[in-house]
């Protein structure tokens, strides 16, 4: 069964209660006997990895996750670049 978090509309207090989904009744609170509103909050969900829309339904058409890293420019550089860059030193990452 589902947990839903409930206020009291003359004390403020807010609690949760283990119910039944298709249970309509009427919810007083534990404290006062007062009447109570249901309170919704947010699911933190976060979407990782490949199968979403956004990946499933791109422009490409061919479905597959893929993506395409630049490497950052040196600030401090010119054309020969800087001492402190992979790329100026030869080292490849």
């Known amino acids: 069964m589902p947990t839903y978090d409930y206020r009291c509309r003359d004390c ?4 949760e209660i283990t119910r039944p989904i298709g249970d309509g009744s009427p919810v007083c609170c534990p ?3 007062g ?5 919704f909050t947010p699911v933190g969900v976060v979407f990782k ?16 996750a893929s993506s395409t890293v630049s490497a950052p420019a040196c600030p401090s550089a010119g054309s020969e670049g800087c001492a ?3 790329a100026a030193s030869g080292d490849k990452p």
């Open 12 to 15: 403020d207090a807010t609690f």
């Open 31 to 33: 404290g006062c006997g």
């Open 35 to 39: 009447e109570t509103k249901r309170v």
């Open 49 to 64: 990895g490949s199968g979403f829309h956004n990946t499933d339904y791109r422009a490409s058409g061919d479905g597959a």
């Open 84 to 86: 402190s860059c992979p």
